[in-house]
Each structure stands twice: as C-alpha cells, then as structure tokens.
C-alpha cells in the first residue's frame, strides 16, 4: 500500500478538506431544503417514527464492524491484503447476521412502537440499505488510506441528491413515511454501485490470525467506545419513542437536526479528513500540534457563527414560513442543543485525536462518562422541563468540554484559548448586533433573508480584525499546498 511523506499528507489534506466542504456543504443546502419542504408535507408524527426507526437501525449497525475499519485507517503500518480479507470477512458474517435477525424481528419492533405496516417496511428498507453500505467498507477505506477525499465524496453527492429528491417527490404524492423507505433504497444501491465503479476491490473472503489479533487490539476498544455512544444516544432515542408522544420526539428531532447541521456541514467533514490525517503523523509531535490547532481554528470559525445566527433567527422563520407555526415548540430545545454543539465542535476534534493517536482508552473512559451522565440525567430532566429536558441534559452535559481539554493537553501540546477565543467573541458580537436588528427590520421571508449576509459580513469583518495574521498564515498554507 502506499506510503505517504509529510508534503504529500498536506498537499492531499488541503485538498481533502476543500473538495469535502465545497461540495457537502452544497449537498447539505441541498438536505436542508428538502428538509424544509418535507416537514411542510410531513407532520412531527412521522418525523418522529423515522426518528425512531433510524434510531432502533443504528443501535444495530454498531455491533457490525468491531472497529476493524478505523483500525485499518490508524494502523501505523502499510495495510495488507490480508488486513482487507479479514476486515471484510468478520465483517461481513457480523452484518449478514444482524440483517437476517433484524428482518425477522421487525413484526415486534412495529408492535413494540405501535407501528402500522408502512412503519415496519420503513425498518426493513433501513435494514437492506444497512446492508448495502457495508458492502462499501474496503473501498472506503482503501480512498481515506490514501487521503483521496476528491473521490471519496463522489458517492456521498449521488446518495444524497438520490434520498432528497425522491424522498421529496413522494412526501409531495402523498406517499408519507413510505417516502423515506423508497429513497432510501434508492440511496443504498446508487451508493455502492458509484464507489465501486471509483475504487474496485476484488472481494476475498477468508481470515488471518495474526492480521485479526492486531487490528482487534486498536478496533475492540475503539467500537466499544461506539457501541456506548449507541447506548448514549440512540438507545436514548428509542427510549424517548416510548416514554414521549411521537409528536414530542419529533419537536427533540427537528430542533437536534438542525442544532447539529452546522457540524454536520463543518466538523463531520473536517474529522474525517483529520483522522487518517492524524494518524499518518502521529510520529511528529509538532507538526501534530499544528494540525490540531489549524483543525480547531477551522471548525470553530464556521460552526461558532452559523449556531449563533441560527438560535436569533429561528423564531422569524417559522413566523413568516408558511406552515412553520406548528414547530415553534420546538425553539427552547433548539437553544440548547445549540449550546451542545458548540461546545462538541472543540471538544470532538480533541477525542478524535487522541484516537488516532492510539489513546482509545482514554477516549473509551469520556465515553463511559458521557453515557452514564445522559442516563441519570435526561429522565431526571424530563420529569421537571417535559420533552425539553432531553435538551437541557444535553447542553449541561456538554460543560465536560473542560475535562476533555484537561485531559487532551497531557499527550498533545496546544493552546484552546488562542484558538477559540476570536470565533467566540466574533460570533456574539454578531448575533447581538443581528438580533437588534432583526427586530425593527424583518417584517417578511425576504428581508429576514437578508439577515444572513449581514450577519457573515459582521462576524467575517471581527474575525478578520482579531485574527488578521492566523487567518494570513492558513491562507498561505492553502495556496503553499495547493500549488504543489
């Protein structure tokens, strides 16, 4: 497999993070637009059972891989076509396993949930489109080995554009939660057909000892750490399916969704880049720092602003989006997982470091933090706020960012408060300035639109003040980088 100097790692990572962002950040527009539109066709209800089923699908896709995957990425060695037999064939068994369980079971499910039959097919097309995703491991892992990020998003455009536009044409039909079903099959099958026409792997079955003990040393730890994030998580997610009315899971879902959409654009991009990246220069304590901090800084500048700006305009879209009205419970909840999420865009980079560095364990122990803490605290919060609880939990727990830091700056030397502190600052002072604003200005859907400009030109002008010679430095990075 090939090995990988220092220029080469920069030159692809700027590229990487360039094709990543330029091009999911249009497909997340794209996904937010859909979602925009669906939920005028949608009710809460039936964001809620997807919600769920999503949810009762996830906690399954954890036990699929027992993190051989991101062992292959970390492993310090080149990777043999012994390591991808393996990987494949353990994973494979794992998965064909949970399928056939899952498909058998989904009557239950359905009577467990009270789910009508089109509930039930939803499930069983989550399911077969689990299956087909799995199918795309190697391949996947074989693109982020090489940091081919150009080629790697080139599947995720067709998923996308496939499961929004036919999720949309059928809510318009009138098709409801079977909407979801058909499209995504349809994203499953367009998925793998399109990275194995980018990056074939001739599929082998079989297992070596000695590659599965060495990848099970980095991956049991590592998915254990996932399998607690399910338990923290989406567990929690089928536990609110039960304990709260569907509308009220769909007011939690609708107000996380978009609480998480500036990560989702920003960091989600960013860490899957930084982590192969990371772990390719794990043996250079300085140039590691530097990228740390250069992915912090990063985040930090496009997520800080967009939660800001989303917490103050919020309100003003429902008001003047037609058919909007019946979501403005859902803005308390909103505010708080915004809390949440700025705070995860600086702690996550930080554990995803300390993965690729090998510190699995570490990371391992936060976690078992993080799951018992939202299991005492979320029932805890929703019998004294209701559904908005799940929020308030979320955002308290979220304060162990300090702890994370703490803990972080024992391995690896960098500095939270440079880093942070212009995004902040930058960030509140736009969102006060859009706020009063916003008040005297907006009267309609085109001059709260208006808004958005004038918050990017606020906050970009104090950025730029505060951190003049940072933003100098990254810039000359990228174009050093790009002309190679």
Same mark, same amino acid.
């Given at each position: 497999m090939e090995e990988l100097d220092i220029q080469t790692i920069a030159k692809r990572s700027i590229h990487g993070v360039l094709a990543l962002v330029s091009r999911t950040f249009f497909l997340n527009i794209v996904t937010l637009a859909a979602n925009i539109l669906l939920a005028l066709y949608l009710s809460p209800a039936v964001f809620g059972v997807y919600f769920v089923? @999503?949810?009762? &699908?996830?906690?399954? @896709?954890?036990? @699929?891989?027992?993190? &051989?995957? $991101?062992?292959?990425?970390?492993k310090k060695e080149s990777i043999t076509e012994d390591d991808l037999k393996t990987t494949f064939t353990i994973q494979q068994s794992l998965v064909l396993t949970l399928v056939i369980i899952s498909l058998l079971l989904s009557p239950v499910l359905g009577s467990f949930y009270n789910l009508n039959h089109e509930g039930i097919f939803l499930f069983q097309a989550l399911v077969i489109s689990f299956f087909l995703s799995s &199918? =795309?491991?190697?391949? @996947?892992?074989?693109?982020?080995? =090489?940091?081919?990020? =150009? =080629?790697?998003?080139?599947?995720?455009?067709?998923?996308?554009?496939?499961?929004?536009?036919?999720?949309?044409?059928? $809510?318009?039909?009138?098709?409801?939660?079977l909407s979801f079903a058909y499209a995504v099959l349809a994203r499953g099958i367009l998925g793998l057909i399109t990275i194995y026409s980018i990056a074939p792997w001739r599929i082998r079955i079989g297992i070596s000892k000695a590659s599965s003990k060495k990848l099970l040393t980095f991956g049991i730890p590592f998915q254990t750490n996932s399998v607690l994030a399910l338990l923290k998580d989406d567990l929690l997610s089928l536990y609110l399916g039960k304990v709260l009315p569907f509308a009220e899971v769909g007011y939690i879902g609708f107000a996380h969704k978009w609480a998480l959409a500036p990560l989702r654009i920003a960091m989600d991009n960013m860490i899957r880049i930084t982590f192969p990246v990371f772990s390719r220069i794990q043996h250079d304590k300085v140039a590691l720092g530097i990228a740390i901090e250069r992915t912090m800084f990063a985040i930090s500048a496009l997520v800080m602003p967009s939660l800001v700006g989303l917490v103050v305009l919020a309100p003003y879209f429902i008001r003047h989006i037609p058919r909007y009205e019946k979501w403005e419970p859902a803005l308390l909840s909103l505010s708080l997982f915004a809390i949440s999420s700025a705070l995860s865009s600086v702690s996550t980079p930080l554990t995803n470091a300390l993965n690729a560095i090998g510190k699995v364990k570490v990371t391992l122990c936060l976690m078992v933090f993080w799951t018992l803490t939202t299991w005492i605290l979320t029932p805890f919060s929703i019998a004294f706020f209701g559904y908005n609880g799940v929020a308030f939990a979320a955002a308290a727990i979220s304060l162990s960012l300090f702890i994370v830091i703490y803990i972080s700056k024992r391995y690896i030397q960098f500095d939270v408060f440079k880093i942070i502190y212009s995004p902040v600052f930058s960030s509140t002072v736009m969102g006060i300035a859009i706020y009063f604003v916003s008040q005297y200005f907006v009267g309609n859907l085109f001059t709260l639109l208006l808004m958005i400009p004038l918050g990017v030109i606020i906050y970009a002008g104090i950025l730029y003040i505060i951190s003049k010679e940072q933003i100098k430095q990254d810039i000359a990075f990228i174009k050093e980088n790009l002309k190679k």
């Open positions: 089923v @999503s949810a009762a &699908l996830a906690f399954l @896709s954890y036990f @699929s891989d027992i993190g &051989l995957a $991101a062992a292959l990425i970390q &199918l =795309k491991t190697i391949p @996947s892992i074989l693109l982020e080995r =090489k940091l081919e990020f =150009k =080629k790697l998003v080139i599947p995720q455009i067709v998923e996308t554009i496939a499961f929004n536009t036919i999720a949309l044409a059928l $809510a318009v039909n009138g098709f409801g939660i």
